[in-house]
């Protein structure tokens, strides 16, 4: 069970750096779900080889959906990197240039320019990290919001029904709306995590701490993130089916909106 959630963005460059978040949690939200992947690790073994570009490519949307579904398995193998693109005829009119950026894309899992491409009209760029890290550019950010909303929902919700017997009926999550986490964008940009290992019922309500780490990420190992401050708790109400950010008075430095 997920213990905690980490979201730091660059709006600068619409790049989402997260641990808690899975490659299956990305395929079963987006809605711009992609046409073909160009996979940016030179010896994937996955996918059929492009000449063009020396690189893999993965075509049409089943054989992506089937992708997605073994990367699970294919962890500590291949590394999970990859670009979206439209067209193939378009892939083939790529300078030598532009598919050298892309190798520096893929090697440095940075970009030197715009992640987003003309001729590829991709809408992601994907790339699994170190320590269960995974970093994505996203052309919309509301698709991220999206994933992100699911992924809290459910784990609220697997908290929420971990005891629960056989014969109990589950208790139904309301989904977080796109809008509220919205509202926490400011905070995303400071690097923030929500700590569901501190969660408990109190009077009908389910407590999310929200601590910043910024982008000390070393501070995700174990639980060193709760000696940070606590900037804001995200609440759940059991009987209203409501959630609600509640900013820390004593931390009013840092606006929500």
Avoid: C
């Amino acid at each position: 069970m997920t213990e905690s959630v980490y979201v730091h963005i660059d709006t600068t460059s619409n790049a989402v750096l997260t641990k808690g978040l899975t490659a299956t949690d990305f395929a079963n939200s987006i809605v711009h779900f992609p046409q073909n992947l160009l996979l940016l690790d030179p010896s994937a073994s996955a996918g059929e080889y492009e000449s063009h570009t020396g690189l893999k490519v993965i075509r049409g949307t089943e054989n992506i959906q089937r992708f997605f579904s073994s990367s699970r398995n294919r962890r500590g193998f291949d590394e999970l990197k990859w670009i979206d693109f439209t067209d193939l005829t378009m892939l083939k009119e790529l300078t030598p240039l532009e598919i050298s950026e892309l190798l520096y894309f893929g090697h440095m899992k940075t970009h030197l320019h715009s992640p987003f491409f003309y001729k590829l009209q991709n809408n992601f760029v994907y790339f699994d990290l170190n320590d269960q890290l995974n970093r994505i550019y996203y052309r919309y950010l509301d698709e991220f919001y999206r994933i992100f909303a699911s992924k809290l929902s459910s784990i609220l919700s697997d908290k929420i029904n971990v005891k629960k017997s056989f014969f109990k009926k589950e208790t139904p999550v309301e989904k977080i709306s796109v809008e509220l986490l919205k509202e926490m964008r400011n905070l995303m940009q400071e690097g923030i995590i929500f700590s569901f290992d501190q969660v408990g019922l109190i009077d009908g309500e389910y407590r999310i701490p929200i601590h910043v780490i910024e982008d000390y990420v070393w501070k995700l190992k174990g639980t060193r993130y709760r000696e940070e401050e606590i900037i804001a708790t995200l609440i759940y109400s059991v009987t209203d089916r409501h959630w609600q950010l509640v900013e820390d008075a004593d931390l009013s430095y840092l606006p929500l909106k």
